[in-house]
């Protein structure tokens, strides 16, 4: 096996290279202008302690959007001349975000140091669309503000950086293991670094399987007075969608949308909601013209999904119902949870729907800033088990990032639990008070005595009743250019010290009300 150089190649400053709550995100052409991948990602090796980079194991995989292509090889290359000993990417590119965490956190027990993901999470993908990356740290989670900050102080300062000659070349359409000879940065020696091309929905499912009842989701989803669907968006939540729905509960392929990851996601707005997931909002009756047929159960994820949707026969949950609701059910309905929550927290803007559940259930809630981030925190020193925010991500702590497809199966253990299809291990009471009614009081003891399908809509509506509902009003401004905004931010910052006393003290000039 012959040796494989690197460059140290001369660069100019980009400004802008700032990181957001969850990475750098730019025009697709943004990125496509020489050196600014590199930067980024030099910044980032820059950033961190060269003494733990040495000889790690990285993750580097993305939502598949455009641009993925060219920047998955530029970065194991990079990785390379950096020092990092191995690099995991799955195949054909593909890990969701949440899938990333889990494989840093769990793989081999944890081996990975960190990871680059290669999205923009909810933003549309193609040639003239958005691109974005973002490095997460050895706990799984995005990186905190001293790392994202110390990656900006780097962009605004780098002169070079160091890159794999192109004989490092990775074919990741295929699993598997190829090993180089590299030199690296700073030595005159060569050696060895490993890019393995893994199954991309394994180490997740192996995890959703020590959360949920499997069995228990297979038989809900073979009732015959069931039915649902799922929208991948033309996102990453595709390949696992159809792993977990189609072969682990074997569910009709015909009940899956928009299931083929495309780089431009088929020309969809991956975000979803009432106003981008047309296909499952049509679908699920609440269109302008509602289908023959609609099924009982319908949810959506996002590009990279982490986020969710969550829908019923023409019924909508909004995000920060059904992260209350998944609270209230987590202790009878998912197994992860058998032993109840150590805490649950929302965000600043998310509804108090949350907190009324921590009350009643005698829990701990958290409030945060905006940025899963925070969430990770929490989780991290045991005080958090459950988090949500408005933005239609929910999740647990058994990642650190939000997670659509968990989401997604809390709810469909929910509906199992409510409608008796819970396995021996995690209970069935509503059927046993069923049957004893049919055997005590009707007297037909052969014969299981027919029960009306639990809904989304009434397991919300009963929520409702216990707990209270709250309102509140959500505005998206999307393509807002960054100084603009910034100036209206600060222009608000200066104003809150007058509306203070009208305002809640964490939510700037909004105001929750419950009944």
């Given at each position: 096996?012959?040796?494989?150089?690197?460059?140290?190649?001369?660069?100019?400053?980009?400004?802008?290279?700032?990181?957001?709550?969850?990475?750098?995100?730019?025009?697709?052409?943004?990125?496509?202008?020489?050196?600014?991948?590199?930067?980024?990602?030099?910044a980032t090796f820059n950033a961190l302690p060269a003494d733990n980079l040495k000889g790690s194991t990285l993750v580097v995989s993305g939502d598949g959007r455009y641009f993925s292509e060219t920047a998955i090889p530029v970065i194991c290359r990079m990785a390379a001349a950096n020092g990092v000993g191995k690099i995991w990417v799955g195949k054909d590119g593909l890990l969701s975000t949440p899938a990333v965490s889990a494989v840093i956190r769990n793989r081999h027990g944890g081996e990975a140091y960190g990871g680059f993901i290669l999205t923009a999470s909810h933003n549309p993908g193609g040639p003239d669309q958005d691109f974005g990356i973002k490095y997460n740290?050895?706990?799984?989670?995005?990186?905190?503000?001293?790392?994202?900050?110390?990656?900006?102080?780097?962009?605004?300062?780098?002169?070079?950086?160091?890159?794999?000659?192109?004989?490092?070349?990775?074919?990741?359409?295929?699993?598997?293991?190829?090993?180089?000879?590299?030199?690296?940065?700073?030595?005159?020696?060569?050696?060895?670094?490993?890019?393995?091309?893994?199954?991309?929905?394994?180490?997740?499912?192996?995890?959703?399987?020590?959360?949920?009842?499997?069995?228990?989701?297979?038989?809900?989803?073979?009732?015959?007075?069931?039915?649902?669907?799922?929208?991948?968006?033309?996102?990453?939540?595709?390949?696992?969608?159809?792993?977990?729905?189609?072969?682990?509960?074997?569910?009709?392929?015909?009940?899956?949308?928009?299931?083929?990851?495309?780089?431009?996601?088929?020309?969809?707005?991956?975000?979803?909601?009432?106003?981008?997931?047309?296909?499952?909002?049509?679908?699920?009756?609440?269109?302008?013209?509602?289908?023959?047929?609609?099924?009982?159960?319908?949810?959506?994820?996002?590009?990279?999904?982490?986020?969710?949707?969550?829908?019923?026969?023409?019924?909508?949950?909004?995000?920060?119902?059904?992260?209350?609701?998944?609270?209230?059910?987590?202790?009878?309905?998912?197994?992860?949870?058998?032993?109840?929550?150590?805490?649950?927290?929302?965000?600043?803007?998310?509804?108090?729907?949350?907190?009324?559940?921590?009350?009643?259930?005698?829990?701990?809630?958290?409030?945060?800033?905006?940025?899963?981030?925070?969430?990770?925190?929490?989780?991290?020193?045991?005080?958090?088990?459950?988090?949500?925010?408005?933005?239609?991500?929910?999740?647990?702590?058994?990642?650190?990032?939000?997670?659509?497809?968990?989401?997604?199966?809390?709810?469909?253990?929910?509906?199992?639990?409510?409608?008796?299809?819970?396995?021996?291990?995690?209970?069935?009471?509503?059927?046993?008070?069923?049957?004893?009614?049919?055997?005590?009081?009707?007297?037909?003891?052969?014969?299981?005595?027919?029960?009306?399908?639990?809904?989304?809509?009434?397991?919300?509506?009963?929520?409702?009743?216990?707990?209270?509902?709250?309102?509140?009003?959500?505005?998206?401004?999307?393509?807002?250019?960054?100084?603009?905004?910034?100036?209206?931010?600060?222009?608000?910052?200066?104003?809150?010290?007058?509306?203070?006393?009208?305002?809640?003290?964490?939510?700037?000039?909004?105001?929750?009300?419950?009944?």
């Amino acid at each position: 096996m012959s040796g494989i150089g690197y460059k140290v190649v001369e660069t100019q400053i980009y400004d802008g290279q700032k990181p957001g709550t969850s990475g750098l995100r730019k025009k697709v052409t943004v990125f496509q202008q020489k050196h600014y991948l590199e930067n980024f990602v030099q910044a980032t090796f820059n950033a961190l302690p060269a003494d733990n980079l040495k000889g790690s194991t990285l993750v580097v995989s993305g939502d598949g959007r455009y641009f993925s292509e060219t920047a998955i090889p530029v970065i194991c290359r990079m990785a390379a001349a950096n020092g990092v000993g191995k690099i995991w990417v799955g195949k054909d590119g593909l890990l969701s975000t949440p899938a990333v965490s889990a494989v840093i956190r769990n793989r081999h027990g944890g081996e990975a140091y960190g990871g680059f993901i290669l999205t923009a999470s909810h933003n549309p993908g193609g040639p003239d669309q958005d691109f974005g990356i973002k490095y997460n740290t050895e706990n799984g989670g995005p990186a905190l503000e001293k790392l994202t900050n110390a990656i900006h102080d780097g962009t605004t300062k780098i002169k070079k950086y160091f890159i794999a000659d192109e004989d490092l070349s990775v074919d990741y359409r295929k699993t598997g293991t190829t090993q180089y000879l590299v030199q690296t940065h700073g030595s005159t020696k060569f050696r060895p670094f490993t890019v393995q091309v893994i199954d991309p929905v394994e180490d997740y499912l192996k995890l959703l399987h020590t959360i949920f009842d499997f069995d228990a989701l297979k038989a809900l989803l073979h009732k015959p007075d069931f039915t649902f669907t799922f929208d991948a968006m033309h996102g990453v939540a595709g390949p696992y969608a159809k792993r977990i729905f189609v072969q682990e509960f074997g569910a009709s392929e015909s009940s899956l949308q928009n299931c083929d990851p495309k780089p431009d996601f088929g020309g969809i707005h991956p975000d979803p909601n009432l106003t981008y997931a047309h296909d499952l909002v049509n679908r699920m009756g609440l269109g302008d013209h509602a289908p023959t047929t609609i099924p009982d159960f319908g949810a959506a994820c996002d590009g990279d999904a982490d986020r969710n949707m969550i829908l019923g026969h023409k019924f909508f949950v909004t995000p920060s119902d059904s992260v209350a609701i998944i609270a209230a059910y987590a202790q009878d309905a998912i197994p992860y949870f058998k032993n109840g929550l150590s805490g649950i927290a929302r965000s600043m803007p998310t509804s108090a729907a949350l907190d009324s559940v921590a009350k009643a259930k005698g829990l701990n809630c958290y409030e945060t800033p905006t940025g899963w981030k925070f969430f990770g925190n929490l989780m991290d020193t045991g005080k958090c088990a459950l988090c949500g925010e408005e933005s239609f991500g929910t999740g647990s702590d058994h990642v650190r990032e939000k997670d659509g497809l968990w989401a997604v199966l809390a709810w469909l253990s929910i509906l199992a639990y409510r409608n008796n299809t819970m396995s021996k291990h995690t209970g069935s009471m509503i059927g046993d008070m069923a049957q004893a009614l049919q055997q005590t009081v009707l007297g037909q003891p052969k014969q299981q005595m027919p029960l009306q399908l639990v809904t989304v809509e009434q397991i919300v509506k009963e929520h409702w009743a216990k707990y209270g509902r709250n309102y509140y009003t959500r505005y998206d401004y999307e393509g807002v250019e960054s100084d603009k905004a910034d100036a209206v931010m600060k222009h608000l910052i200066s104003k809150q010290v007058r509306c203070r006393e009208y305002v809640h003290a964490h939510i700037l000039c909004m105001h929750i009300y419950t009944v």
